[in-house]
């Protein structure tokens, strides 16, 4: 059975950082490209970053390019997401999602963030 376990989050400033961190099982994690995902409330889902099996490829949203860093340890079945120069508007759900071939493998259950002063 595939599970995501994310971690990581919590109340933050703006301008501070946070590090999310998802463990995946039940799966073979270095065959998977994985996802973070974002849901505010009252909003819509949102693809906030993605990295590919093996690590060599990641894309971002626009928002958050140049702050966010996706990164992978297939050794450690985890995949992290590195949150600098947070603003309130990040402040979120955050959600893992494995995928392999175009299909769905599973979703995390997520871990809110805040920031807030």
């Known amino acids: 059975q595939v599970q995501l376990v994310e971690s990581g989050g919590g109340l933050v400033q703006p301008g501070g950082s946070l590090r999310l961190s998802c463990a995946g099982s039940?799966?073979?994690?270095?065959?998977?490209?994985m996802r973070w995902y974002r849901q505010a409330p009252g909003k819509e889902r949102e693809l906030v970053a993605g990295?590919?099996?093996?690590?060599?490829?990641?894309n971002y949203a626009a928002s958050v390019k140049g702050r966010f860093t996706i990164s992978r340890d297939n050794a450690q079945n985890t995949v992290y997401l590195q949150m600098n120069s947070l603003k309130p508007e990040d402040t979120a759900v955050y959600y893992c999602?494995?995928?392999?071939?175009?299909?769905?493998?599973?979703w995390g259950q997520g871990t809110q963030v805040t920031v807030s002063s």
């Open positions: 999602y494995a995928w392999r071939y175009g299909s769905t493998l599973g």
């Open positions: 039940g799966f073979t994690f270095s065959s998977a490209a």
């Open positions: 990295i590919s099996s093996l690590g060599g490829n990641t």
